[in-house]
């Protein structure tokens, strides 16, 4: 039962992204507007990370299975991609850099607005 609830928060969180994006005027993933949404129900403590903890394990424990559908495209479509292996290789090399770049800064920022919350209440 504890893992239904945290499973209906977090597909809860994931329908008010796609909500949102809908709603939008402009094109914007709708999974990450539900990741930024998880993230401000953490930060403010409203959802607290024991309410999806047991959930978020079992997702990431079968994070390799939820990429083989992507895997299989991505073999479709060689006879495309084989004469631009190149550029393909020099463009996850690019966004894994940027990716590094933006995921460092982002847990300083939140790690610095982890430690004022933790100061004001002390």
Do not use: D, R, W
């Not at 991609?81 to 690019?94: Q, S």
């Not at 920022?109 to 100061?119: A, D, L, P, R, Y």
């Amino acid at each position: 039962m504890k893992l239904l609830k945290q499973l209906c928060i977090i597909f809860g969180l994931c329908l008010v992204g796609i909500v949102i994006s809908s709603i939008l005027p402009f094109t914007f993933p709708s999974s990450l507007i539900s990741m930024i949404l998880l993230l401000i129900l953490l930060i403010t403590k409203i959802v607290k990370p024991e309410h999806i903890h047991e959930t978020s394990e079992l997702l990431l424990g079968i994070m390799a299975f939820l990429f083989v559908p992507a895997g299989v495209a991505i073999i479709e479509k060689y006879s495309f991609l084989k004469g631009k292996i190149f550029i393909l290789i020099l463009i996850c090399i690019i966004t894994t850099i940027i990716t590094f770049i933006v995921t460092s800064f982002t847990v300083t920022t939140v790690m610095k607005i982890m430690n004022k919350g933790e100061n004001k209440n002390e």
